[in-house]
Nanobody, 122 residues
Framework: QVQLVESGGGLVQAGDSLRLSCAAS????MGWFRQAPGKEREFVAA????????NYADSVKGRFTISRDNAKNTAYLQMISLKPEDTAVYYC???????????????????WGQGTQVTVSS
C-alpha cells in the first residue's frame, strides 16, 4: 500500500503562485488531479516514475509545472499565474508500473492522497 501525503494548499489571490507537495512512501509514477465544487474530477498534470516524461492539461500548460525529487519520493506542482477557475481540491495520485506512460485518466491511478484545498480569489 502506497501512502501519499499532500501539503501546500491555501488561499491566494489571482496572479499569485503556490506549490503543492506530495510525499510518497516509495518511488512511483504520480499525477495531480483537481475537483471543483459541483464538477467532476479533472486531470491536471502527470509525471513518469523517472521524472523524464510529463503531461499537462491544456488549461494549465505554461502555468503549472510538475516535478519530482526522487531522493525524497516527493512530487511537486508549482502553480503560477493562478486564476479563480483554478480553485479546487487538488489530489495527488500514483500509479503502479515502471513504464513511461503519463495517463490523464483517473482510472489509471491506484493510490490517492487526501486532497488539499486551493482557493484563488479574484
Amino acid at each position: 500500500q502506497v501512502q501519499l501525503v499532500e501539503s501546500g494548499g491555501g488561499l491566494v489571490q489571482a496572479g499569485d503562485s503556490l506549490r503543492l507537495s506530495c510525499a510518497a512512501s516509495e518511488r512511483i509514477a504520480m499525477g495531480w488531479f483537481r475537483q471543483a465544487p459541483g464538477k467532476e474530477r479533472e486531470f491536471v498534470a502527470a509525471l513518469s516514475r523517472s521524472g523524464a516524461i510529463t503531461n499537462y492539461a491544456d488549461s494549465v500548460k505554461g502555468r503549472f509545472t510538475i516535478s519530482r525529487d526522487n531522493a525524497k519520493n516527493t512530487a511537486y506542482l508549482q502553480m503560477i499565474s493562478l486564476k479563480p477557475e483554478d480553485t479546487a481540491v487538488y489530489y495527488c495520485a500514483a500509479r503502479l508500473g515502471f513504464d513511461a506512460r503519463v495517463p490523464a485518466t483517473s482510472v489509471a491511478y491506484v493510490y490517492w492522497g487526501q486532497g488539499t484545498q486551493v482557493t484563488v480569489s479574484s
